[in-house]
């Protein structure tokens, strides 16, 4: 397996499949799991190559202490994409050569949607979201680019900046997955204790008893249920936020036909998980 860290390389294995075959894209922080091996799996199977870049993104962190801890594990991701059939290049750029030397966040007007949950609780974030993504899209310009729905609130911003920035690019948003006790697939797991993982299972319960209680109590209702349950945890609540899947707007009341979506952040120990589901 080929992994390129500059773009000029890059550039140059992708130039033989430019006019005639369809390059799909995943874009990645590394530390690597199924649920990554998932995404790539899909775009394999829809597409004749696949670009799996593994770069930590310093733009999109507000947290200095979070983007030190971030498990950085190349070689073991390389492995791991490696148990996969199918032509897979690795793009694993130094972030200088990458930004160009100048590490710097664009802005973006993202809209409403940005200024729900994440973009909420963590300024700046989706800036650096975007003006990342953006550079990639343009570097490996792929037909279709494969995003999970865990971080759902991500997915919409990214399918906003196509938009904005008239790229061509698909963007394919794919179901989240889980470990076999409901938590949510992520990198940041890596850095939870066997305790903490164990506690870990209440948020992807909640969002569960939640959902199967949407036709019996109100939306505000769902919402205290839910930070209750935290509050007799050991898990510390960031927000519980039931919201209409278009808008992303804090939702109150249910409209029929409306599509709701329960989204949580919330610390075990020191890290910091997010998870979400559809409730209706």
Same mark, same amino acid.
């Given at each position: 397996?080929?992994?390129?860290?500059?773009?000029?390389?890059? $550039? #140059? &294995? =992708?130039?033989?499949?430019?006019?005639?075959?369809?390059?799909? %894209? !995943?874009?990645?922080?590394?530390?690597?799991?199924?649920?990554?091996?998932?995404?790539? $799996? #899909? &775009? =394999?199977?829809?597409?004749?190559?696949?670009?799996?870049?593994? %770069? !930590?993104?310093?733009?999109?962190?507000?947290?200095?202490?979070?983007?030190?801890?971030?498990?950085?594990? =190349?070689?073991?991701?390389?492995?791991?994409?490696?148990?996969?059939?199918?032509?897979?290049?690795?793009?694993?750029?130094?972030?200088?050569?990458?930004y160009e030397g100048n590490i710097k966040s664009r802005t973006f007007n993202f809209g409403a949607i940005a200024n729900e949950m994440e973009g909420k609780h963590r300024k700046g974030h989706f800036d650096g979201v975007g003006t990342v993504v953006s550079r990639l899209l343009k570097i490996v310009a792929p037909h279709k680019a494969y995003f999970g729905q865990k971080d759902f609130q991500q997915l919409q911003i990214v399918k906003k900046l196509v938009e904005i920035e008239n790229i061509s690019t698909t963007i394919v948003g794919c179901e989240i997955v889980r470990e076999p006790n409901g938590v949510a697939m992520s990198s940041r797991n890596k850095r939870l204790s066997t305790t903490e993982f164990e506690e870990a299972i209440l948020i992807s319960a909640t969002l569960k008893e939640v959902a199967s209680k949407f036709n019996s109590l109100s939306l505000p209702a769902l919402t205290k249920l839910a930070e209750k349950k935290f509050k007799e945890s050991n898990l510390k609540l960031e927000y519980f936020e039931i919201a209409n899947e278009r808008t992303l707007k804090t939702a109150l009341r249910k409209h029929k036909s409306t599509k709701y979506r329960a989204f949580v952040a919330a610390f075990c120990g020191e890290v910091r998980l997010i998870d979400n589901m559809r409730i209706n």
């Open positions: 397996m080929n992994v390129y860290t500059t773009n000029e390389k890059l $550039s #140059q &294995a =992708l130039s033989a499949f430019r006019s005639t075959k369809t390059i799909g %894209f !995943v874009p990645t922080m590394g530390a690597l799991h199924q649920g990554h091996l998932s995404l790539v $799996s #899909q &775009a =394999l199977q829809d597409n004749d190559c696949v670009v799996v870049s593994i %770069f !930590v993104n310093p733009t999109q962190f507000d947290n200095e202490g979070d983007l030190k801890k971030y498990p950085r594990t =190349l070689d073991k991701d390389v492995t791991l994409l490696e148990t996969l059939q199918g032509n897979i290049i690795v793009y694993a750029p130094d972030a200088l050569a990458f």
